[in-house]
Every structure is written in structure tokens, then in C-alpha cells.
């Protein structure tokens, strides 16, 4: 998931803090930023259509997404875009209430329910975290390839002006020495 994710031009772990179902929007806070560059604590992103995902309870999210031409986002249906609770949403149904007074096939039949609630719930944290895990090791590889990368410019600059500074030496030398021999025979 998170291969497939990062594909998307911003990735970040955040949380939903503003639903409006009106203007069909919903703002997250960067909590932590994975991917892409983005200036702002706060990202607002756009229902685009019947592809788009609604965040529609405030949660926690990890999010793969690409830009709108507007700086908002859009989250696709196809991404691996997920929140804290199963399917980022609260479209489960929660398990209906057992009362002493059902029959106990019922009863059985509420709790296999419950149970099954809970082992979807279990498992979409599960991947939750190994996701979020997975993107904190990229960006520590990311940061870990920059600074790399930045090293290796400064040793090459720094190299560069060795030999530009070796050169400069040798003109000198050479030149001291052409006065000293000049010296030399102007004297005989």
C-alpha cells in the first residue's frame, strides 16, 4: 500500500478537524508530513466526484493525494488513502444491542457480529500502523539520501577549490622562481 501510495504527489499523517457537507470539503491538520512540499499546518481537500473518498467523522488519516489546481487536494477512491477506523468512514453499522430478553440465537448472532466488527477494526489498525511505521522509514531514508547528497556537493566544492588553490600555488611558485633566475643571470 504505501508503495502504491507514494506515487501520489503529497503524503502525509493528519487529522480531519473540519467537515463541511455543504461545500463538500474537508480540512485536515499535517501532522506529519511524508511526501511533497506543502507551506501550511492546514490542507483542504475537495469532493471531486463518485471516485473521491469522504473523510466524514473527524479521525486520524493517512493520506495519499494529488493537487487540485487550487493547492486543495484530492483523495481517489484507487489510493491507499486510509483513516483510523475501518474503511475511513462511519459506514459500519455499529452492533445492535443484545437484551436479555432475545432468544439466544439472536444473542449468538449479535456477538458474532460484534466480533467480527472488532476483528475488521483490529486489522485496519494493524495496517494502519504498519503503514505509518513504513512512511516514517522512507522519510528517514529520504532525509538520510539529502544529506548524503548535500555531503557529497560540499566534498566536491571543496575539492574544487584544492586544485583551483594547488593552481594558484604552482603559478606563484613558478613565478618566484622566474624572478629568482632572472635575478640570477641580470647579476653575471
Known sequence: MVETGLKYEIVFYGEVIKVDSIKRTYTFKIIELF???YNSQFITQK???NCSIIPSIKQLWIVYASFNDDKTIKLSGCSPSTGFKPYGSDSMPSPPEIHISQ???D????LTFYVWNLSSENRNLQDWIYQLEQL?????????KSEKEKTESKVESYSKYI???LIVNILLFLSLLF???KKKNFAK
Open 47 to 49: 469532493y471531486s466526484g
Open 103 to 105: 432468544k439466544i440465537e
Open 35 to 37: 511526501k511533497g512540499k
Open 179 to 181: 624572478v629568482i633566475l
Open 163 to 165: 586544485i583551483i588553490s
Open 136 to 144: 516514517r522509514i522512507y522519510k528517514t531514508l529520504e532525509n538520510q
Open 107 to 110: 444473542q449468538i448472532k449479535s
